[in-house]
């Protein structure tokens, strides 16, 4: 059935023509046998009006003016009402659901006349003057009827259309704002990057200035600052591999301002933040600590951060959080979670609850920058949690 119903919308036209057979067939019977008027004259006339019921949604308006026509063409030639004048029914409908204004406006009129001049045309002799009236009133109220629902319809569809718009406008939007906040994102992550690698190469420089002073005096020291040298080029190596991938925007900072940026020994001054701030936070370090590639330490910091932000605004009085970092081989894990009332996760995804106004979309394009991944959603029985794992080595 569900096929039939389908195939029907896609194919209007085989409905309206099936319906105009049935209508031809009804109304052939009486025309041949002369029960409506001269069947030269009724048989022709059913036979447009059934084409205006096949040809109702192609072109409205022309299939009004020919129903009207044959209505006036009945009256002239005296070819009395029947079965076939169903289709001025039809007409009104449509063209009240789909017809432009003044055909809509026309039909009401033109619906709305119809019964009283049939009844001057062909008055009844039997019946009073009450019965008339009372009879044409009757007859007008199915023109009325099939108008009032076929503007109903009208209006009905073009209030969807407004919704269907409108949701599509939005749906545009978002994904607009959605691609403004991943491009602020990665311009500020290539800052940030910036910083680090022009932090590794002032190190490089400050470590070559100290082995070429004493490399004739400390050989032992020269070598070392050597071997300082190359790990941190490699290092700086890396991080730049990461920096040329990033969309950066005009914004320079002045020349100088390079620093260091925030590591993971930092997350502990961080917490111990939020605590003086009146969020409980368990903070526990699992593994061995060891030194990490600085882009990592950033990204580590940056989710903690966030994550932590979002909690004291979003999570509710009376919450607490838990910050997890797990060393493993050949990466680190981050758990962030609490146990607040926390908001829709839809809401974390289009951004707007973090510091900076991208939400999720932050922390995913830290996360991808270093090569991992980041799984983040509300917990069973309340709160939300964010769990990210950050490899050593850059992917590739």
Request: with cysteine; hydrophobic share 45%; proline share 6%.
């Amino acid at each position: 059935m569900q096929r039939l119903y389908d195939f029907l919308r896609r194919h209007p036209m085989w409905v309206d023509g099936s319906w105009a057979v049935v209508l031809l067939g009804i109304s052939g019977v009486g025309g041949a046998s002369g029960g409506f008027g001269p069947p030269a004259v009724a048989v022709p006339l059913s036979l447009l009006l059934c084409l205006v019921v096949a040809l109702r949604r192609r072109m409205p308006e022309k299939m009004l003016l020919l129903a009207t026509a044959v209505g006036v063409a009945q009256l002239i030639t005296d070819v009395e009402m029947g079965p076939h004048d169903f289709a001025m029914l039809v007409i009104v409908y449509t063209v009240a659901a789909e017809g432009a204004r003044w055909a809509s406006r026309f039909a009401l009129g033109a619906g709305l006349c119809a019964a009283p001049v049939a009844h001057l045309r062909w008055p009844s002799d039997d019946m009073s003057v009450v019965g008339g009236i009372a009879a044409t009133i009757f007859m007008s109220v199915p023109f009325a009827l099939a108008w009032v629902l076929g503007d109903s319809i009208r209006t009905r569809r073009a209030y969807f259309a407004q919704l269907e718009e409108r949701a599509a406008r939005l749906e545009r939007e978002r994904e607009a704002q959605s691609k403004v906040a991943v491009a602020a994102e990665r311009a500020r992550i290539a800052r940030e990057l910036h910083d680090v690698v022009a932090h590794n190469v002032s190190v490089m420089v400050v470590q070559a200035d100290g082995a070429a002073y004493v490399l004739d005096a400390a050989p032992d020291q020269a070598k070392k600052a050597l071997e300082t040298i190359s790990s941190t080029g490699r290092q700086a190596l890396a991080e730049m591999r990461r920096l040329l991938g990033v969309l950066r925007t005009g914004e320079h900072q002045e020349a100088g301002e390079y620093v260091p940026q925030p590591d993971v020994q930092q997350i502990g001054d961080l917490v111990e933040q939020c605590r003086g701030h009146g969020l409980p936070v368990d903070f526990k370090v699992e593994g061995t600590p060891r030194p990490l590639p600085s882009g990592v330490e950033l990204t580590a910091y940056r989710i903690v951060q966030e994550a932590l932000t979002n909690t004291r605004k979003h999570a509710g009085p009376n919450a607490g959080a838990s910050v997890r970092l797990v060393y493993f081989d050949d990466g680190l894990g981050l758990l962030v979670e609490d146990d607040g009332k926390g908001a829709p996760h839809e809401l974390y995804e289009e951004g707007g609850l973090d510091g900076q106004g991208h939400g999720l979309i932050g922390m995913r394009e830290r996360v991808g920058m270093v090569g991992g991944t980041l799984d983040a959603g509300p917990r069973p029985g309340g709160g939300f949690r964010i769990s990210a794992l950050l490899p050593l080595k850059p992917a590739g």
